[in-house]
Nanobody, 123 residues
Framework: QVQLVESGGGLVQAGDSLRLSCAAS????????LGWFRQAPGKEREFVAA????????YYSDSVKGRFSISRDNAKNTVYLQMNSLKPEDTAVYYC????????????????WGQGTQVTVSS
C-alpha cells in the first residue's frame, strides 16, 4: 500500500504564492503519473496538473496554465505544486494522486489519493 501525504496549504491573499508538497511512503512506489486535483465547496473535483514520473512531461488544466508548475523529486518520492499569482477562485482542497498508468489530463485512472490540504485565497 502507498500513502500520499500533502502539505503546504494555507490562507494567502490574491497574488501570493504557495508550494504544495506530496510525499509518498509505504511499499516501493513505482507510479507512472503523479497528479494534483482540487475540489472547491459545492463543486466537483477537477484536474489541476500531472507529471510523468520518469520523463517529467507535464500537463496542466487551462485554468492554471502559466501560473502553476508541477515538479517531482524521485529520490524523495515527492511531487510539488508551485502556485503563483493565486486567485480567489483557486480556493479549494488540493489532493495529490498517483497512478500506475501513463496519464495526461484524465481524471480517472489514479490508484492512490492523499487526504487533501486546504488552500484559501482571499481577495
Amino acid at each position: 500500500q502507498v500513502q500520499l501525504v500533502e502539505s503546504g496549504g494555507g490562507l494567502v491573499q490574491a497574488g501570493d504564492s504557495l508550494r504544495l508538497s506530496c510525499a509518498a511512503s509505504g511499499r516501493t512506489f513505482s507510479g507512472a503519473t503523479l497528479g494534483w486535483f482540487r475540489q472547491a465547496p459545492g463543486k466537483e473535483r477537477e484536474f489541476v496538473a500531472a507529471i510523468r514520473r520518469i520523463s517529467g512531461t507535464t500537463y496542466y488544466s487551462d485554468s492554471v496554465k502559466g501560473r502553476f508548475s508541477i515538479s517531482r523529486d524521485n529520490a524523495k518520492n515527492t511531487v510539488y505544486l508551485q502556485m503563483n499569482s493565486l486567485k480567489p477562485e483557486d480556493t479549494a482542497v488540493y489532493y495529490c494522486a498517483a497512478s500506475q498508468l501513463l496519464l495526461r489530463t484524465q481524471e480517472t485512472g489514479y490508484d492512490y489519493w492523499g487526504q487533501g490540504t486546504q488552500v484559501t485565497v482571499s481577495s
